[in-house]
């Protein structure tokens, strides 16, 4: 800030006076977040079944970890940045180990500075007029490395802006943009060039502001990155977390959430608007926000005021997960074109209806119970007595689904990353008798067994599990048990190859397993404690759950599996568990022979594979044209806009889908429920997935 040289005796004493607390501040802060890197590494030791030595090689991954997860694009540090920080490369383990912060002073120092300078020269950029017609590359060579100087770094901004617009252009324009003559085609692109352009920068802007005005401090962001950079090096689900990622953890498995209670829907001229308000939440009872309202800024409580105008959905997102207990300001314009401001805090949710097992009845010559299951969660609200866990849940909706007489049943654990091993275990005890379910291995040799105590089942009826490539943990293990038994047919694609078990422990190296529940403290370590294993003594570890019958995955175009993870555990295996009877083989070959031809000629199955093999060719590193007139030449709305996939997922006329009798009555007392209710319907109508599984099971005899 720039300040009259008559006033600067004075401001000299004024900075003296302020900055020496504030500096201090920043001390304290940097040794807090030594001692928690500290104590990160102290309790995996302590509780890990298989941690990592923390030497010269895991402060290389520590360097390279903390690099990739504050500019992973290269943009922000230069390369002589990199030269005085690599002092470190292989130091960090001490730093670690003897709590000191001059690595992290240094790196938060530069890094402020040169999000700072980026700011302002994405300032200038923005100011000065674009050329789309000029030949231009943003290269291999370019995007790998990090900017020389500020002048590299000014030159690299821009031409990341201009990608940046460019490939939006091409995921936006309309089916039949190829038809166009090439004088409307450019035309077209040159109307919404300037938009997209615009929209890039503010990205950007709000990318590098979010970071400098965390309502936390940047000190406290880079510290938290620094702590969870530590975590991650042990393995892929070992985390450190902040408050906020803690309590959205456990809101995922059964914990009420924290939420504002509005849904967001992107607005098709940039920003996002308000879909819809939940009855009770604070959005709805605050009384001045309405479905249709589009926000235009956000400042949260101690930072500076964000222009949202132009934001996707999962900036928004992103920027609404920033904090559960401080207030925001919505700035939102009215249908009228009117502002309105309004304060809001989150609070705890009053209903996750949404986010729970739903069932239907898929009603055509076979009459065949569909259930989802979107998570494996706990009963956190009764005190995990179980009658509030998905277990449970899916035992009720069996009940009213018997009562339709099905010939059949699907459970749909595709999307579900995993859970409560308990509720797994007792999950699989529904559809089995008594037995071993599972294998479990901590740091010791000892192998323990997971056991369904409960004898006797509640549905043993033909069965088809679906599952996907983020079908994880707890869902492989449901997934594997039930292979094992011959109790189910598993369609889909390979699952994600997740074996190990982990749990939340307050931030204290004196916690043990018997009291850890019962402490409080200000950060979590999640620590990956067993490795699980099939009872065939085989791992979902790496290779997943190999599905009987295998359908194209459109998640193989996108998700990184577990064998992926630079850190994951290798897989090994166990002897098998001796006391299991599985049933009768299915027939399983019988079975994959009479539905190929159909999924060989579905065509939404045939889009899938050839946006898997498109996809595949985009991520294999090249040279980019920013050139407008060859971007338009490179658009292939067919391959690269994966809308026609969905176009191509009609479904059939195999059924019809309608609510069980019970579930018929809830739609007629609640309203949003009904508008939820038929839009999962009209999914599960046009999925192909679950068609297929329903041929299978019309073929699979009770």
Known sequence: MQHPFCMKKIISALIAFIIAPLLSNCQTTTDKIADQAFVVTRMVNKFHVDPRPVNDVFSANVFTGMLDRTDGDRIFFTKNDIIRLRTYTKTLDNEIKHRKTEYLTLFINIYRERLRQADSLINDIGNKQFDF???????????????????????????????????????????????????????????????????????????????????????????????????????????????????????ALGRQPFQFGFKMKADKNGGVLIDNL??????????????????????????????????????????????????????????????????????????????????????????????????????????????????????????????????????????????????????????????PVAQEKSRDAKVGTIKDVNRGTIYDGPLVILVNGHSASASELLAGTLRDYNRAVIIGSATYGKGTMQVV?????????????????????????????????????????????????????????????????????????????????????????????????????????????????????????LNLNDAIADIQPGERNDNNIVASNAGSKKFTVRNNQYEMARMQEDSDLKELNEEFSRQVATDAYINIAYDVLAKLKP
């Open 505 to 625: 422990l307050p931030m204290d190296t004196a916690v043990n397993p018997e009291n850890y529940a019962q402490k409080q403290t200000e950060n979590y370590l999640k620590v990956t404690i067993s490795k699980l294993y099939r009872i065939t003594g085989a791992t979902a570890q790496f290779r997943g759950v190999q599905p009987d019958i295998v359908l194209p995955d459109i998640l193989d175009a996108y998700t990184t599996k577990e064998a992926g993870e630079p850190y994951a555990l290798r897989p090994t295996e166990i002897g098998a568990n001796k006391y299991y009877t599985p049933n009768a083989p299915l027939p399983i070959k019988t079975l994959a022979e009479s539905v190929q031809t159909e999924i060989d000629t579905n065509k939404f199955f045939q889009e899938v594979k050839k946006f898997i093999v498109y996809s595949k060719q985009q991520k294999v590193a090249k040279d980019v044209s």
């Open 278 to 435: 939940e009855p009770g939440s604070a959005a709805f009872k605050s009384g001045k926000l309405n479905k249709g309202d589009k926000f235009i800024g956000v400042q949260w409580e101690g930072s500076q005021t964000v222009d949202v105008s132009d934001i996707t959905v999962h900036e928004f997102g992103t920027l609404m997960d920033e904090s559960n207990h401080k207030k925001v300001l919505f700035t939102v314009k009215k249908a009228d074109g009117s502002e309105v401001q309004v304060s809001l805090e989150k609070e705890l949710a009053t209903d996750k209806d949404e986010d729970r097992v739903k069932s239907f009845i898929l009603k055509g010559t076979h009459s065949i119970g569909y259930i989802y299951l979107p998570a494996f969660y706990e009963d956190w609200e009764t005190g995990n007595n179980g009658l509030n866990g998905c277990a449970n849940d899916v035992g009720r909706e069996i009940l009213k689904l018997k009562k339709e007489n099905i010939d059949g049943l699907i459970l749909d654990v595709r999307y579900n990353g995993g859970g409560s091993v308990h509720e797994a275990t007792e999950l699989a005890g529904i559809f089995i008798d008594a037995g």
């Open 133 to 251: 017609y000029t030949p231009e590359k943003f290269t291999v060579a370019e995007d790998t490395s990090y900017p020389a100087s500020l002048t590299d770094m000014r030159l690299k901004l821009r031409k990341k802006i201009k990608a940046n617009a460019l490939d939006e252009l091409a995921d936006d324009v309309t089916g039949n943009f190829k038809s166009f003559t090439p004088e409307k085609q450019k035309r077209y692109a040159d109307s919404v060039i300037l938009v997209l352009r615009k929209r890039s920068i503010s990205s950007l802007k709000r990318k590098i502001n979010y970071i400098l005005q965390s309502p936390y401090g940047i000190v406290q962001y880079v510290g938290n990155l620094y702590c969870e950079t530590i975590a991650s090096c042990f393995d892929p689900h070992t985390e450190f977390f902040p408050p906020e990622e803690k309590e959205n953890f456990e809101s």
